[in-house]
């Protein structure tokens, strides 16, 4: 029998067209899609986010060194990248009819040396090195400027219907251009895996998450790291309620190609067990499968659903998006939330001062379960974050990956800041990276690895221009959800001194199971 449901060209044609037009509240068609919650791959690459803010990224061809940053911090898929021979750069420009579309489009494509002078060296043809930005998907947030730094190869100027335009160009010659050739690809450098990974196929970007959104990019990373090595056909995601099931399936909008399924944030990993049984069944050993969830769905109500998974030792992968409040439902306090932090429900006050409880600390949990990989990064260490994906990916059995996500709105940070706080709170001792992975010996500190961390041996780090400490309440004045407890003069209060103390002695703890104490 034929399928009920609407094929994707229909699907576009009778709902997303109404929703594009803004007829859809006026009479949505009943579809069998709507009344089994099912959507297409990748329908939200239809969205439209130009008119969100007044500014776009502008490249600097000149400055850039082919790093990938911005292409791998950017949490909505704005800006994407390839590397082609340079003849074939040439024929692509050369087919822009627009003879100033063609000038704007031959300055998306540098020549780094990471590319042209690296390859002429050997007697290969050099290559080119593209950089394109969608307008389309672009929130506007800056994040692809403030990694870029000191490099200063992106700046933000103000939209235009020009820019808009020839914008469009340039995701047009992105699009003919292919993948990128393997035999560009650096190996030491593993953001070239959004080189060779179609994370367009993957999550193509038109989530509704905020501007800057930290959560995103981790997802757009560990999607690209599982992709790289096992294709999207082998690959699926249960996610727990949370943000990330809020702007990944607002009805009719969805980034991912690849298959996945929303269920409540306290049993989603219970659901996974489920999956996983059936794919072995069915002789899908190899698939990889991820449970994504955020505090709720891993430090607090779904937790024991969590624990469960990882003492069945079945090969399933948890991804914690550790925003450190409820940022769903208002940003509530959680355990996962920080000594003396601002939240809903913990206010500061002269009653209380914000978050009393200690944080949980899931990592050292999900260690004391048998033959579990953990892992504690951020988005913003890369390396150690797609390391840290790979490996629980090749770990036969469970793993957790506990990732730093920064949410503006909670955090009380600037829309461009997920990189640089993500940063702050590892060198800051508020949240440490590890890996732990039980392959690697039979005693603790055979298995746990502290390497990341700057000065490992010390209770603090210090700045390198400066010699000052780097604790968590120079971390907390960095960021708004710690303003109330901060006095006239800047000095802290009790509250977050305790805090402090809270943070070294998770670090020590950690530094004496590594045997670094």
Same mark, same amino acid.
């Given at each position: 029998?034929?399928?009920?449901?609407?094929?994707?060209?229909?699907?576009?044609?009778?709902?997303?067209?109404?929703?594009?037009?803004?007829?859809?509240?006026?009479?949505?068609?009943?579809?069998?899609?709507?009344?089994?919650?099912?959507?297409?791959?990748?329908?939200?690459?239809?969205?439209?986010?130009?008119?969100?803010?007044?500014?776009?990224?502008?490249?600097?061809?000149?400055?850039?060194?082919?790093?990938?940053?911005?292409?791998?911090?950017?949490?909505?898929?704005?800006?994407?990248?390839?590397?082609?021979?340079?003849?074939?750069?040439?024929?692509?420009?050369?087919?822009?009819? /627009?003879?100033?579309?063609?000038?704007?489009?031959?300055?998306?494509?540098?020549?780094?040396?990471?590319?042209?002078?690296?390859?002429?060296?050997?007697?290969?043809?050099?290559?080119?090195?593209?950089?394109?930005? /969608?307008?389309?998907?672009?929130?506007?947030?800056?994040?692809?400027?403030?990694?870029?730094?000191?490099?200063?190869?992106?700046?933000?100027?103000?939209?235009?219907?020009?820019?808009?335009?020839?914008?469009?160009?340039?995701?047009?010659?992105?699009?003919?251009?292919?993948?990128?050739?393997?035999?560009?690809?650096?190996?030491?450098?593993?953001?070239?895996?959004?080189?060779?990974?179609?994370?367009?196929?993957?999550?193509?970007?038109?989530?509704?998450?905020?501007?800057?959104?930290?959560?995103?990019?981790?997802?757009?990373?560990?999607?690209?790291?599982?992709?790289?090595?096992?294709?999207?056909?082998?690959?699926?995601?249960?996610?727990?309620?949370?943000?990330?099931?809020?702007?990944?399936?607002?009805?009719?909008?969805?980034?991912?190609?690849?298959?996945?399924?929303?269920s409540l944030f306290e049993?989603?990993?219970?659901?996974?067990?489920?999956? %996983?049984?059936?794919?072995?069944?069915?002789?899908?050993?190899?698939? &990889?499968?991820?449970?994504?969830?955020?505090?709720?769905?891993?430090?607090?109500?779904?937790?024991?659903?969590?624990?469960?998974?990882?003492?069945?030792?079945?090969?399933?992968?948890?991804?914690?998006?550790?925003?450190?409040?409820?940022?769903?439902?208002?940003?509530?306090?959680?355990?996962?939330?920080?000594?003396?932090?601002?939240?809903?429900?913990?206010?500061?006050?002269?009653?209380?001062?914000?978050?009393?409880? &200690?944080?949980?600390?899931?990592?050292?949990?999900?260690?004391?379960?048998?033959?579990?990989?953990?892992?504690?990064?951020?988005?913003?260490?890369?390396?150690?974050?797609?390391?840290?994906?790979?490996?629980?990916?090749?770990?036969?059995?469970?793993?957790?990956?506990?990732a730093y996500a920064a949410?503006?709105?909670?955090?009380?940070?600037?829309?461009? %800041?997920?990189?640089?706080?993500?940063?702050?709170?590892?060198?800051? %001792?508020?949240?440490?990276?590890?890996?732990?992975?039980? %392959?690697?010996?039979?005693?603790?500190?055979?298995?746990?690895?502290?390497?990341?961390?700057?000065?490992?041996?010390?209770?603090?780090?210090?700045?390198?221009?400066?010699?000052?400490?780097?604790?968590?309440?120079?971390f907390a004045r960095t960021?708004?959800?710690?303003?109330?407890?901060?006095?006239?003069?800047?000095?802290?209060?009790?509250?977050?001194?305790?805090?402090?103390?809270?943070?070294?002695?998770?670090?020590?703890?950690?530094?004496?199971?590594?045997?670094? &104490?």
């Amino acid at each position: 029998m034929p399928s009920p449901l609407l094929d994707a060209r229909e699907f576009s044609a009778r709902v997303l067209t109404a929703y594009e037009e803004g007829t859809a509240d006026r009479g949505s068609p009943a579809t069998p899609d709507m009344s089994r919650s099912l959507m297409p791959p990748s329908t939200s690459a239809v969205r439209d986010f130009w008119s969100m803010s007044p500014d776009v990224p502008e490249f600097l061809p000149e400055a850039c060194v082919g790093c990938m940053e911005c292409v791998t911090e950017c949490p909505d898929t704005a800006i994407v990248a390839r590397v082609v021979p340079e003849p074939q750069a040439r024929e692509l420009v050369a087919q822009v009819a /627009d003879p100033d579309d063609r000038a704007f489009v031959e300055r998306l494509w540098s020549r780094p040396k990471k590319y042209g002078e690296h390859f002429e060296k050997q007697g290969k043809t050099p290559g080119r090195f593209g950089l394109f930005i /969608d307008p389309t998907k672009c929130k506007g947030c800056g994040e692809c400027v403030a990694v870029c730094g000191d490099r200063r190869a992106l700046r933000m100027v103000p939209k235009t219907e020009e820019r808009r335009r020839r914008h469009r160009a340039g995701m047009r010659v992105f699009h003919a251009a292919g993948r990128t050739p393997r035999e560009y690809l650096v190996e030491k450098s593993l953001m070239d895996m959004m080189l060779a990974s179609p994370v367009l196929e993957a999550y193509c970007g038109g989530a509704g998450s905020c501007m800057g959104c930290g959560e995103a990019t981790v997802l757009r990373m560990m999607l690209a790291a599982t992709q790289f090595v096992y294709g999207t056909e082998e690959m699926g995601i249960v996610a727990a309620t949370g943000c990330n099931t809020v702007y990944t399936s607002t009805y009719p909008h969805n980034p991912y190609r690849l298959p996945w399924t929303n269920s409540l944030f306290e049993n989603a990993p219970a659901v996974a067990m489920g999956i %996983r049984m059936a794919w072995d069944r069915r002789g899908w050993k190899e698939k &990889r499968l991820w449970v994504v969830g955020g505090d709720g769905a891993m430090f607090d109500i779904g937790f024991q659903a969590l624990s469960r998974m990882l003492a069945s030792g079945m090969d399933i992968k948890a991804l914690v998006l550790d925003t450190q409040a409820y940022s769903n439902t208002g940003g509530q306090a959680s355990t996962s939330s920080f000594t003396a932090q601002e939240a809903k429900y913990a206010a500061i006050g002269s009653a209380v001062p914000g978050k009393t409880e &200690r944080r949980k600390e899931l990592s050292l949990i999900a260690m004391m379960h048998p033959e579990v990989f953990v892992a504690q990064t951020t988005a913003a260490h890369t390396n150690h974050f797609y390391r840290s994906i790979l490996a629980a990916n090749e770990f036969p059995g469970p793993a957790v990956v506990i990732a730093y996500a920064a949410c503006q709105p909670e955090h009380g940070v600037g829309d461009d %800041r997920a990189y640089h706080q993500a940063k702050r709170a590892v060198e800051s %001792r508020a949240f440490p990276l590890l890996v732990y992975d039980p %392959r690697r010996g039979p005693r603790v500190k055979d298995r746990l690895d502290l390497g990341g961390n700057p000065a490992v041996r010390e209770d603090w780090a210090k700045e390198a221009k400066t010699g000052e400490l780097v604790d968590f309440i120079s971390f907390a004045r960095t960021e708004g959800r710690f303003a109330g407890q901060f006095d006239r003069d800047g000095h802290p209060s009790a509250a977050l001194n305790v805090a402090r103390e809270d943070r070294l002695r998770n670090w020590r703890i950690l530094q004496e199971l590594a045997g670094l &104490r």
